[in-house]
T-cell receptor, first 120, second 112 residues
Framework: GAVVSQHPSWVICKSGTSVKIECRSLDFQATTMFWYRQFPKQSLMLMATSNEGSKATYEQGVEKDKFLINHASLTLSTLTVTSAHPEDSSFYIC????????????????FGEGSRLTVL | DAKTTQPPSMDCAEGRAANLPCNHSTISGNEYVYWYRQIHSQGPQYIIHGLKNNETNEMASLIITEDRKSSTLILPHATLRDTAVYYCIVRVGGAAGNKLTFGGGTRVLVKP
């Protein structure tokens, strides 16, 4: 089945540095990708939606200058956490939509394995 | 997308059926019921989806009430590896329904 891969799976960084997380669709073209954030014991919260070649749409309360999203190709989206602080420590998950899959069913949305960010 | 209500947690015995309820009383006619699960420290995994009829696949069965205001996910023979948070989501299909809104889910603990 379709696979979405995230890299790195975990990262530790110092406060004030920037961290880039990659989300790749390995065997399909992802017309749309989504970025979620999940704090411990909480549900996934959608941060932004990115469409290939256009600017990302951010959810209310998510700082676009803090969380830079680039969807430069149909197989790659990146999330950059700029000037990271300890409160940005979280589990970041991407999902991708297969643009050629039938509109209804399991073959359209796939999730990555997640990337755990720890900011010291 | 319609809001869903699920019990926060439930335990079940290994080898027994696990029945996970979900209430979606404000579901619209064009919204599907989807179930995903998230095993600890992993991304969500698709389980099953349905519109009106009951559905079954290799992982689970989905029972949707006639008025579509609630549904039940059935794991027929729960194993320890089924321990996870299960999310019931209602959404429209296709591109318009890409944005999944996750509620609290049900934390299922399968016990030996």
């Amino acid at each position: 089945g379709a696979v979405v891969s995230q890299h790195p799976s975990w990262v530790i960084c110092k406060s004030g540095t920037s961290v880039k997380i990659e989300c790749r669709s390995l065997d399909f073209q992802a017309t749309t990708m989504f970025w979620y954030r999940q704090f411990p014991k909480q549900s996934l919260m959608l941060m932004a939606t990115s469409n290939e070649g256009s600017k990302a749409t951010y959810e209310q309360g998510v700082e676009k200058d803090k969380f830079l999203i680039n969807h430069a190709s149909l197989t790659l989206s990146t999330l950059t956490v700029t000037s990271a602080h300890p409160e940005d420590s979280s589990f970041y998950i991407c999902s991708a939509r297969d643009g050629e899959a039938p509109p209804i069913g399991p073959g359209e949305l796939f999730f990555g394995e997640g990337s755990r960010l720890t900011v010291l | 997308d319609a809001k869903t209500t699920q019990p926060p947690s439930m335990d079940c015995a290994e080898g027994r059926a696990a029945n996970l309820p979900c209430n979606h009383s404000t579901i619209s006619g064009n919204e599907y019921v989807y179930w995903y699960r998230q095993i600890h420290s992993q991304g969500p995994q698709y389980i099953i989806h349905g519109l009106k009829n009951n559905e079954t696949n290799e992982m689970a069965s989905l029972i949707i009430t006639e008025d579509r205001k609630s549904s039940t996910l059935i794991l027929p023979h729960a194993t320890l590896r089924d321990t996870a948070v299960y999310y019931c989501i209602v959404r429209v299909g296709g591109a318009a329904g890409n944005k999944l809104t996750f509620g609290g889910g049900t934390r299922v603990l399968v016990k030996p």
